[in-house]
Nanobody, 115 residues
Framework: QVQLVESGGGLVQPGGSLRLSCAAS????????MGWYRQAPGKQRELVAS???????SNVDSVKGRFTISRDSAKNTVYLQMNNLKPEDTAVYYC?????????WGKGTLVTVSS
């Protein structure tokens, strides 16, 4: 099993930055993919960015060039650096890991972008 704990969400003004962290309960060296989804009110959950063996993927064109995903295997942590945040980035951000054919999710961290 894998337990995921997110942190780093909060309230930020448009144009600001946040870094989300996702700490895993076990080594992430063999966990692929692992990354971040988000769900805004009234919308479906969408893939923001995920690390896959050999690189990263994203399904949200609007975050490309603004969000960067990275992983630190020594700390068993995946990060999402979010720059130039916009009101439309407001959502609950969930950490996701796929391990031995099972999807694992964190409880989510709320990001609110508002002036």
């Amino acid at each position: 099993q894998v337990q995921l704990v997110e942190s780093g969400g909060g309230l930020v003004q448009p144009g600001g930055s946040l870094r989300l962290s996702c700490a895993a309960s076990r080594s992430i060296a063999s966990i692929w993919p692992m990354g971040w989804y988000r769900q805004a009110p009234g919308k479906q959950r969408e893939l923001v960015a995920s690390t896959v063996n050999g690189g990263s993927v994203s399904n949200v064109d609007s975050v490309k060039g603004r969000f960067t995903i990275s992983r630190d295997s020594a700390k068993n942590t995946v990060y999402l650096q979010m720059n130039n945040l916009k009101p439309e980035d407001t959502a609950v951000y969930y950490c996701h890991a796929y391990y031995y054919n099972v999807n694992y999710w964190g409880k989510g961290t709320l990001v609110t972008v508002s002036s």
